[in-house]
């Protein structure tokens, strides 16, 4: 089983900047996905953008294509891999609690590209990001 905690959440203006951290241990296979989902109150929970550990491999929502980029620190003991979410130019529409999660193994990077939550069994405990216009 993989364990996530997230950090790095908080509340800023419309305009401004975060960086989500996810710092990931127990997996025991070095090619899956990983990915930031995002539930807003009264919403259902949605793939903010996913990477297929594997290759590197990016797929983002359209509501934040340009504004976060998703990135992966993998050591080379695969112990403790750190997953971030950097996002600019915030909008109040992004505020959600902001969840990292994890996959099974994979092959490809094509099972990543739907960002289903489906896709992914194991979960952090979810940091809230507010922003205020």
């Known amino acids: 089983q993989v364990q996530l905690v997230e950090s790095g959440g908080g509340s800023v203006q419309a305009g401004e900047s975060l960086r989500l951290s996810c710092a990931s241990s127990g997996a025991t296979y070095r090619r899956y996905c990983m990915g930031w989902f995002r539930q807003a109150p009264g919403k259902e929970r949605e793939g903010v953008a996913t990477i297929y550990t594997g290759n590197g491999d990016t797929y983002y929502a359209d509501s934040v294509k340009g504004r976060f980029t998703i990135s992966q620190d993998i050591p080379q003991d695969n112990a403790k891999n750190m997953l971030y979410l950097q996002m600019n130019s915030l909008k109040p529409e992004d505020t959600a609690v902001y969840y990292c999660?994890?996959?099974?193994?994979?092959?490809?990077?094509?099972?990543?590209?739907?960002?289903?939550?489906?896709?992914?069994?194991?979960w952090g405990q979810g940091t809230q990001v507010t922003v205020s216009s």
């Open positions: 999660a994890a996959g099974g193994f994979r092959g490809s990077s094509s099972y990543c590209q739907s960002l289903s939550v489906y896709e992914h069994h194991s």
